[in-house]
């Protein structure tokens, strides 16, 4: 599966910005199964210099110093990423084959193992997920017995955020604390992610938030306009003995090949599309727009294959 992807964000500030340093996260990684074949990005005012680093969590970061005056910044990300979908299901039979009890992921976790050092960091609180209180660690605990497949846990503790959450837009923002949506039992997408992290790294487990895009579809026999995209978010769990696998909470699915990763870390700030800082004074007020569709090579591709199976 090949997506085209566009994300544009931008600011718009009351007064003139005389200097600005700003961070943009809007090149999509390269992972076993996600290829990035082409990438570019636009930025307006022009930049007086740049430079793109990655950082410790593997997400490419683009520096931007812009010198001349300006009430606004826009910054584009194009892309074109392939999704290895044979690969994505050999690694999920592959973590399922492998995948240990609770009892011995916690045990195991407790010790030193070379290959679990990377994934420790993320057993910590972070700046917008801070560890749960006990009501939450209850609630996990209902999937999270000592002796159960920790794959098999995870999967139903994301198919009861799914069923026990409601989807409401507007109710919440970034920094919403996690104990307001438990009660709540609402938020979006990037709620259901940081309440999930934050009740697994409670009770033990190293829990990574993912963010990036999901291809939305219109109803049918509608067209679909051009920028109805969003931003998503969803969560990856450490399984020790199998691997990193990744869950959708506010889908109730494991991702496969509608979901294009951009970028991961401890939670939202270490991923945000665009951060800086701005010599200026009053309000600004941030847009974005982001689209993702099909790429006209693969929807030719598989208009071509539904004919011949039509045909046959």
Request: proline content about 4%.
């Amino acid at each position: 599966m090949i997506y085209d992807i566009y994300h544009k964000t931008a600011f718009k500030y009351e007064n003139d910005v005389t200097f600005s340093h700003n961070i943009a996260r809007l090149k999509p990684k390269n992972t076993p199964h996600q290829k990035l074949l082409s990438f570019s990005m636009e930025i307006d005012p022009e930049v007086y210099e740049s430079r793109e680093f990655t950082d410790m969590f593997g997400n490419t970061n683009t520096h931007m110093l812009i010198r001349e005056p300006h009430q606004s910044l826009s910054v584009i990300g194009r892309s074109k990423v392939e999704i290895l979908s044979a690969t994505i299901d050999e690694h999920i039979n592959m973590i399922k084959a492998n995948s240990i009890s609770y009892k011995e992921a916690i045990e195991r976790l407790n010790k030193f193992q070379s290959a679990d050092l990377y994934a420790k960091q993320f057993l910590f609180e972070s700046q917008l997920i801070p560890y749960s209180s006990e009501k939450i660690k209850k609630y996990a605990y209902e999937s999270f017995h000592e002796d159960r497949d920790l794959f098999e846990a995870t999967q139903e503790f994301m198919e009861r955020i799914f069923n026990d959450f409601a989807f409401v837009s507007g109710f919440s923002d970034i920094t919403t604390p996690i104990e307001k949506i438990f009660e709540e039992k609402k938020g979006v997408c990037q709620d259901f992610a940081q309440f999930a992290i934050s009740a697994l790294r409670t009770i033990g487990l190293p829990a990574k938030y993912m963010s990036g895009y999901i291809e939305t579809l219109p109803a049918k026999g509608e067209k679909k306009l051009f920028g109805a995209d969003a931003s998503h978010a969803w969560f990856s769990v450490y399984i020790p003995n199998a691997g990193w696998i990744e869950f959708d909470p506010t889908n109730n699915i494991i991702p496969r090949e509608q979901h294009i990763l951009l970028g991961s870390g401890r939670d939202y700030h270490d991923i945000s599309p665009l951060k800086g800082v701005v010599f200026s004074s009053g309000n600004s007020e941030l847009s974005v727009m982001v689209d993702v569709r099909k790429s006209e090579s693969e929807i030719v591709q598989m208009m071509s294959q539904s004919q011949s199976q039509s045909q046959q």
